[in-house]
């Protein structure tokens, strides 16, 4: 019988534990900054540049463009206050190849590889003497 007892009071001292158990929370385990900002750019089909841009927090974000050889093409500060920027970058000087757009507030820091292509149009010429 008091065995009997005993299994029962561990039984009961067992079920109150899990049924009181509560999930603890988890601690962010990563190290990395949380963004401050969220961006886009792309090259369009008439040689411009479009970048936009989100920030999740009044910063100074900055925009650099730079070549291939990391030679500072064009700078740009966007305010404080300004939490959404848009802008439209005419590119028609700059010749084929790749550039990287870096857009950075803060310990944040985003680098956009773009790829400019200029179309060539060829005309072909037919001239027929009858």
Known sequence: MKTFIK?????????????FAHPTKEEKTSTRPEATFESSAYVTNDAKIKVAIRKNAPAKVFLTLKDANGDVLFKQTVAKNEMNYSAKFNINE??????????ESGENRVVKQLNVVSKKIEIER?????
């Open 7 to 19: 299994s029962i009071a561990c039984a009961l001292a067992l079920t109150s534990t899990v049924a």
């Open 126 to 130: 037919k001239v027929t003497v009858q």
């Open 94 to 103: 700059l010749s084929d190849g790749v550039y990287n757009l870096e857009i």
